[in-house]
T-cell receptor, first 115, second 111 residues
Framework: EAQVTQNPRYLITVTGKKLTVTCSQNMNHEYMSWYRQDPGLGLRQIYYSMNVEVTDKGDVPEGYKVSRKEKRNFPLILESPSPNQTSLYFC??????????????FGPGTRLTVL | AQRVTQPEKLLSVFKGAPVELKCNYSYSGSPELFWYVQYSRQRLQLLLRHISRESIKGFTADLNKGETSFHLKKPFAQEEDSAMYYCALSGRSGGYQKVTFGTGTKLQVIP
């Protein structure tokens, strides 16, 4: 089944304790992206990747890191989490064609709470 | 820079009433526009895209370049339409396709 998976789905941690949220897709998509969803603010892009070893900042990259060593995986790293990073995180992927119109496929979400 | 504006955070309508979720965009080129839906406790999923000119679950959306709008419409709301709706724009940025989402509108259909 074509899908985007994220792990963990739920995480409660403490300030300053490094964590990684994994994202994997099995559709051979070039483009992958991380978003955070907060009430009243909608979806905001954190980082995106156009292909292996090609990443760039989105609208709210502060406090986050990413890597794209393989096409299927795009982990989100919080080196020193803070309470303002408490949020619902979504990973997404899509083909990176020259034309638009390509649907984004979203993961199930990771609910992170930083105490 | 590209931008998507959804002016309503919450839209409440009665079952059977018409629905219009507003979306305005700012983009200098020819945009690709989408509507995504998120039902309670589920992941986002594509509802429709403007290039397909399709109707999904009774919803339609027409791209109006003059008004830079892509409003989502349905003539008769159903309870199962209650969800969060996001408008999104895909545009070229530095040689790549960048996707920008609006802040979303929560649709509440009252029985």
């Amino acid at each position: 089944e074509a899908q985007v998976t994220q792990n963990p789905r739920y995480l409660i941690t403490v300030t300053g304790k490094k964590l990684t949220v994994t994202c994997s897709q099995n559709m051979n998509h070039e483009y992958m992206s991380w978003y955070r969803q907060d009430p009243g603010l909608g979806l905001r892009q954190i980082y995106y990747s156009m292909n292996v070893e090609v990443t760039d900042k989105g609208d709210v990259p502060e406090g986050y890191k990413v890597s794209r060593k393989e096409k299927r995986n795009f982990p989100l790293i919080l080196e020193s989490p803070s309470p303002n990073q408490t949020s619902l995180y979504f990973c997404a992927s899509r083909p990176q064609g020259l034309a638009g119109g390509n649907e984004q496929f979203f993961g199930p979400g990771t609910r992170l709470t930083v105490l | 820079a590209q931008r998507v504006t959804q002016p309503e955070k919450l839209l409440s309508v009665f079952k059977g009433a018409p629905v219009e979720l507003k979306c305005n965009y700012s983009y200098s080129g020819s945009p690709e526009l989408f509507w995504y839906v998120q039902y309670s406790r589920q992941r986002l999923q594509l509802l429709l895209r403007h290039i397909s000119r399709e109707s999904i679950k009774g919803f339609t959306a027409d791209l109006n370049k003059g008004e830079t709008s892509f409003h989502l419409k349905k003539p008769f709301a159903q309870e199962e339409d209650s969800a969060m709706y996001y408008c999104a724009l895909s545009g070229r940025s530095g040689g790549y396709q960048k996707v920008t989402f609006g802040t979303g509108t929560k649709l509440q259909v009252i029985p």
